[in-house]
């Protein structure tokens, strides 16, 4: 359920049909591959995030202690929660540690102000943590991606990649508060089957409907 809702399209449709599937006691078919990274890369394993992640980022040595995070985490997030607990439980027995990995001072201020983009209902990162990150930071932005799934770089926005290439190219930043939409919504626009948009409900019981002229017989 968490992976499947990284990526909006396709990823939410074959979720459900899987889900529709697993409902009605049949076997689910294999997801599809993800999206080729952005630059060729030889090797895309799961080792591959581990890598990052462990070497980079502080985990306990301890797998005992997973467990205890494990409900900690659920108390935050839910079952997604548990999940990314135990996604990282692996690095308590991560043979490396990056050894140029940044470990604070986060409020240390920088040559240049940073950019922080959040996307709103991001199932892995949630959005209080960019908020939470751009406050920290002794000088940052925050860039608002209202929108779904994990990160404005799987789920395209066109606002948003305008604003990070120009920070990156000559470091503008977006004004204050900016707020930036995907390009391709989770839902189709619904298409009025009924009531006043298509002339039924209320306007067909006009005096001047057949539906009014019925009423007014009947009373």
Not at 64 to 84: I, K, Q, T
Not at 169 to 194: M, N, Y
Request: proline share 13%; charged share 15%; with cysteine.
């Amino acid at each position: 359920m968490v992976s499947g809702l990284d990526i909006v399209h396709p990823g939410w449709t074959e979720l459900a049909g899987r889900l529709q599937d697993l409902w009605q006691s049949r076997v689910p078919g294999p997801p599809s591959p993800p999206p080729a990274p952005p630059v060729p890369n030889p090797y895309t394993g799961e080792e591959q995030g581990a890598a990052v992640l462990c070497s980079d980022s502080p985990n306990p040595r301890d797998p005992g202690v997973y467990h205890a995070l494990e409900e900690a985490a659920a108390v935050r997030a839910g079952d997604a929660g548990r999940f990314w607990t135990w996604a990282a439980e692996p690095c308590a027995n991560w043979p490396a540690v990056a050894a140029n990995r940044y470990s604070g001072q986060w409020n240390k201020p920088t040559a240049h102000p940073l950019l922080v983009v959040g996307t709103m209902y991001d199932p892995a990162t949630p959005y209080r943590g960019a908020q939470a990150m751009a406050r920290e930071l002794a000088n940052a932005r925050l860039l608002t991606h209202d929108g779904y799934g994990h990160t404005a770089l799987l789920n395209p926005s066109s606002c948003v990649n305008e604003h990070a290439g120009r920070y990156f190219v000559d470091g503008t930043l977006p004004p204050a508060g900016t707020v930036c939409r995907p390009d391709t919504p989770p839902f189709a626009a619904a298409k009025p089957s009924g009531g006043v948009a298509t002339g039924g409900g209320a306007m067909a019981a006009s005096a001047d409907g057949p539906a009014g002229r019925g009423a007014e017989s009947v009373g």
